[in-house]
Each structure stands twice: as structure tokens, then as C-alpha cells.
């Protein structure tokens, strides 16, 4: 088994910054393709980020192109995602995500394993 514990959520004005970190532990021989979904008040949980093993390619929904970045930390499975530029549709709990191989579902979808419990993101307007 693999447990991911996110951290970093919190209260942001529009427009602020705030970053996101993961960390895996249990199950960590191997390194696991990461990534982030989101999920709003009332909405579905949504794909925002992903990330291959060894970090050579990103993969972001249309909403968060060139505002959110992620980024594969030194130590083996962690991840982080820097977001800039917050709007209040961000708002959300945000969820770290890992699986030994980026794949899409039947869906076309990315699909993950392994998920954390969550961390809120607030944007005041």
C-alpha cells in the first residue's frame, strides 16, 4: 500500500499564490507517476496535473495552463504543485494522486491507484 499526505492548502486573496505538496510513503520501492484532481463544492472531482516517473512530461487541464505548474521533489515520490495567478473557481480540495504507470481509463481520463485524503484551497474574490 501506498498513503499520500498533501499539505499546503489553505486561504488565498485572487490573484495570490500557493503550493501544494505530496508525499508517499509505505509501498515507495519503485517511483510512481503523480498527479493532482481537485474537487468543487457540489462538482465532481476533475483532473488538474500529472506527471510521469521520472518527470520529463506534464500534463495539465486547459484551465490551469500556464498558471499552475507541477514539479517532482528530490526525495522519491513527492510532488508539488505550484499554483499562481489563483482565481476563485480554483477553490477546491485539492488530492495527490499516484499509480506505477500513467494511463488513461477507458474514459480518457487519467487514472490513479493511490489517493491522499485532500487539502482546501480557498480563493477570496
Known amino acids: 500500500q501506498v498513503q499520500l499526505v498533501e499539505s499546503g492548502g489553505g486561504l488565498v486573496q485572487a490573484g495570490g499564490s500557493l503550493r501544494l505538496s505530496c508525499a508517499a510513503s509505505?509501498?515507495?520501492?519503485?517511483?510512481?507517476?503523480m498527479g493532482w484532481f481537485r474537487q468543487a463544492p457540489g462538482k465532481e472531482r476533475d483532473f488538474v496535473a500529472a506527471?510521469?516517473?521520472?518527470?520529463?512530461?506534464?500534463y495539465y487541464t486547459d484551465s490551469v495552463k500556464g498558471r499552475f505548474t507541477i514539479s517532482r521533489g528530490n526525495a522519491k515520490n513527492t510532488v508539488y504543485l505550484e499554483m499562481n495567478s489563483l482565481e476563485p473557481e480554483d477553490t477546491a480540495v485539492y488530492y495527490c494522486?499516484?499509480?506505477?504507470?500513467?494511463?488513461?481509463?477507458?474514459?480518457?481520463?487519467?487514472?490513479?491507484?493511490?489517493w491522499g485524503l485532500g487539502t482546501q484551497v480557498t480563493v477570496s474574490s
Open positions: 509505505g509501498r515507495t520501492s519503485r517511483t510512481y507517476a
Open positions: 506527471i510521469n516517473w521520472s518527470g520529463s512530461s506534464t
Open positions: 494522486t499516484a499509480d506505477p504507470t500513467l494511463r488513461l481509463g477507458p474514459t480518457g481520463e487519467y487514472e490513479f491507484h493511490y
